[in-house]
């Protein structure tokens, strides 16, 4: 049975939903992508570096330094509309049909986040998403997070299947490579010209959006 492990933030949902509300806080919408960059970084960092954080915790850091270099007095009103806007992002438009589409051969279809599991259902189930999927799991079940390999590990051990028999499927060539050091298959999808697949770990398929990469998959797997 084909299974599929998708990343969430920015592969399924669309963190644009997030612009007005960074926009109201920092008086332009493009804070938000200087926000989950730097988010990321921290991210990475304590995974290097120790002791383990949290997802949210390296968010919630990337809010006090984004707020110090753009001198805005940042509120605990302001923290918690990131937050309540974090649990109620759209979708991409490729997504559902993307997930119907396997859903319809029988395949599995995991969730994998970086975020906890209780936000990633509660995510999801905002988007309309949550009944395509069999399992929703987190990085944080490893102590970790992703692109640490234990998290992918710890993921195929949860779905109780060998890492070379799942694929992983994001946006992100740093999440490509963290699945493919796991042992992963990999899809890329780059619906922007950022998207790029890193030379350093080319992925199993790579296609434009959520519907290509699947079928790509799909044909991989019926061979």
Known sequence: MTCCLFDINETLLDLAGLDS?????????????????????????????GPS???????????TMLAQRERVQLSEADRHSVKTAMRMLPAHPDA????????????????LS?????????????????AYFNDVLSAEDAHTLKPDAPA????????GEKPEALWLIAVHAWDIAGAQRAGFKTALVSRTAQQVP??????????PN??????????????
């Open 96 to 111: 559902e049909l993307a997930l119907e589409q396997l859903r319809n051969t029988g395949a599995r279809i995991v969730a």
């Open 21 to 49: 509300v960074f926009f109201q806080v920092f008086g332009s919408s493009t804070a938000r992508s200087a926000w989950f960059a730097q988010t990321l970084q921290n991210a990475m960092t304590a995974t290097i570096t």
């Open 152 to 159: 992918y590990l710890q993921a195929a051990k949860a779905i």
């Open 114 to 130: 970086n975020n906890a599991r209780e936000l990633v259902n509660a995510q999801l189930s905002a988007a309309g998403l949550r």
């Open 53 to 63: 954080i949290s997802f949210e915790e390296a968010g919630q850091a990337a809010l």
């Open 198 to 207: 890193s030379p350093l770990a080319p992925p199993t398929v790579q296609g």
């Open 210 to 223: 959520l519907i290509t990469v699947i079928q790509q998959i799909l044909t991989i797997e019926s061979a």
